[in-house]
């Protein structure tokens, strides 16, 4: 059978408002980070990246921020949309740990019309 | 836009039975991986593959998991022996430079279910 699954934490937002993912991650040493969105039944989509010598990078409609001090990560949407919808997970690459990706939690965005 | 193709994209086999699943990555990029994702739970790294060997495993890729590239277009994860703990969604994923420079694209996954 199949493992009972962690609870996602949610965040519902009003179409059109803007939305804050929030991402902790594992190790101070990480120098590269990506956010992915994963729709149901569907792969981790590529949204975007950045490097641990920024600490913000925009990109269409979304914007990610990075704290080193407290190991924190965000993902910003702007005029969430309906097609937002989907589980967001952040995910750490690790220097000379290899070319592993360390995925977290996720977070599950729902966009009410 | 180039993207992960993975075949089949559900495979349902009896416990003990051989599977491979495929993968055809992005055609210019050098790095593949195996994850996995079991049902409601976070993605899980497997392994890594470059220059037709493996870089890294985890503890998870133990020795019934192995990875191909048997030609110059597909990647393919076989499990020898499948236990039932092995029922997860199966995700190949490339990137054209080792990671840390570029990000990894993913294909929309095997559901392996065991029986």
């Known amino acids: 059978g199949e493992s009972v699954g962690l609870h996602l934490p949610t965040l519902s937002v009003q179409e059109g408002d803007n939305s804050i993912i929030n991402c902790a991650y594992s190790n101070s040493a990480s120098d590269y980070f990506i956010w992915y969105k994963q729709e149901s039944g569907k792969g981790p989509q590529f949204i975007i990246d950045i490097r641990s010598n920024m600490d913000k990078r925009q990109g269409q409609r979304v914007t990610v921020l990075l704290n080193k001090t407290v190991k924190h990560l965000s993902l910003q949407i702007a005029a969430t949309q309906p097609g937002d919808s989907a589980v967001y997970f952040c995910a750490e690459n690790i220097p000379n740990a290899g070319n592993m990706l360390t995925f977290g939690g996720g977070t599950r965005l729902m966009v009410k019309p | 836009e180039p993207e992960v193709t993975q075949t089949p994209s559900h495979q349902v086999t009896q416990m003990g039975q051989e599977v491979i699943l495929r993968c055809v990555p992005i055609s210019n990029h050098l790095y593949f991986y195996w994850y996995r994702q079991i049902l409601g739970q976070k993605v899980e790294f497997l392994v890594s593959f470059y220059n037709n060997e493996i870089s890294e495993k985890s503890e998870i890729f133990d020795d019934q998991f192995s990875v191909e590239r048997p030609d110059g277009s597909n990647f393919t994860l076989k499990i020898r022996s499948t236990k039932l703990e092995d029922s997860a969604m199966y995700f190949c994923?490339?990137?054209?430079?080792?990671?840390?420079?570029?990000?990894?694209?993913f294909g929309d996954g095997t559901r392996l279910s065991i029986l």
């Open positions: 994923a490339s990137s054209e430079t080792r990671s840390g420079n570029q990000p990894q694209h």
